[in-house]
């Protein structure tokens, strides 16, 4: 019988389907018993006989795969592969998988609600207004507004899609230039250095690349308009945290809002961006829609099946 884990929290109860796929199939499956990621201390014990493993951000690197010796398998609960050491899995015979594009709409919408509430400083409303003070605070609009984005891949595709009905102007900066779909949604390609001059909110979606790692630093903030804001749900480490605190305090960056950050889970000691009342933090929820869970899980256990099974999975990465 094939032994699979799956690490990914609360699989069971948000992804049912994906769940019984496993089931039908005769799998012996083991659930986390976490609301949280495993540790690695916490993982090393329950991998010895696993065949696969769906597994969410918990660290997968060659400790790891040297005490897994049976896994064929990692399928990522996501699109993100940062979790997982990609050479690792290649000197030990291990597929790796993603679901690409399937948790796009939900993170879409979020950076939506984080742009909007972010131009509109609502938690700041939200908090004053049930304080009993009613006052009338001004804010700007999206419309008539230039809105960067950076990262035009699945999820960058229907932030622009989002945003054709807000009558801004929306740019985008990605070393993939996908000219037919920016056309449909009327997006204007530029540099990096050209939408960081121009725009006045940015939305930051790249992937984390060592090309990408630090791409907001001080350097590129100074290139932005005074005030601008910044919306990213892409990886904590896409932004220099520190220079961005800063720029936030000097008010050349007027507010940041984020799903993600260096240190997760984020709190005011680990990351001090947390302290300041031109931040809205979210915890690195932006997929977590109950479609998306389901999705996702439907993903991931079609690719275990389809490895253990011997055929090729259809969002093998490595």
């Known amino acids: ?79 993100g592969m940062n979790s997982v050491d990609t050479e690792a899995a290649k000197r030990h015979g291990i597929m790796v998988t993603n679901c690409p594009g399937v948790n796009a709409n939900s993170v879409a919408e979020h950076i939506m609600t984080l742009l909007l509430a972010g131009i509109r400083d609502l938690p700041r409303q939200n908090e004053m207004t049930k304080e009993g003070q009613w006052k009338n605070l001004n804010f700007h609009e999206v419309s008539g507004k230039t809105v960067g984005i950076l990262g035009f891949g ?87 945290e520190e220079a961005m605190y800063d720029a936030l305090v000097s008010g050349q960056v007027g507010f940041f809002a984020s799903d993600v950050f260096v240190h997760e889970p984020a709190t005011p000691e680990n990351t001090p961006l947390l302290t300041l009342p031109n931040v809205i933090a979210t915890s690195h929820n932006g997929a977590e829609s109950y479609e998306n869970l389901e999705n996702c899980g439907i993903v991931t256990a079609q690719q275990i099946i389809d490895a253990l099974e011997g055929r090729e999975p259809q969002y093998r990465q490595v």
């Open 1 to 79: 019988m094939k032994k699979v884990l799956i690490a990914k929290p609360n699989y069971k109860k948000f992804s049912p389907t994906g769940y019984q796929m496993l089931l039908d199939k005769g799998y012996e499956v083991v659930t986390t018993p976490l609301d949280r990621d495993y540790f690695l201390e916490e993982l090393l014990p329950m991998i010895g006989d696993i065949d696969g493993c769906i597994a969410n951000c918990e660290p997968w690197g060659e400790e790891a795969m040297s005490a897994a010796p049976n896994v064929k398998i990692l399928a990522r609960y996501g699109t």
């Open 154 to 240: 699945y999820i960058g595709k229907l932030v622009a899609k989002k945003l054709t009905g807000f009558d801004c102007r929306t740019i985008a900066y990605d070393v993939v230039q996908d000219r037919e779909t920016a056309e449909k949604y009327g997006v204007e390609f530029k540099s990096f250095e050209e939408l960081m001059k121009e725009s006045d909110i940015i939305c930051i979606l790249v992937p984390l690349l060592p090309s990408t790692e630090n791409m907001i630093n001080r350097e590129s903030l100074k290139l932005c308009k005074k005030g601008v804001i910044f919306v990213t749900d892409a990886r904590g480490e896409v932004v220099d």
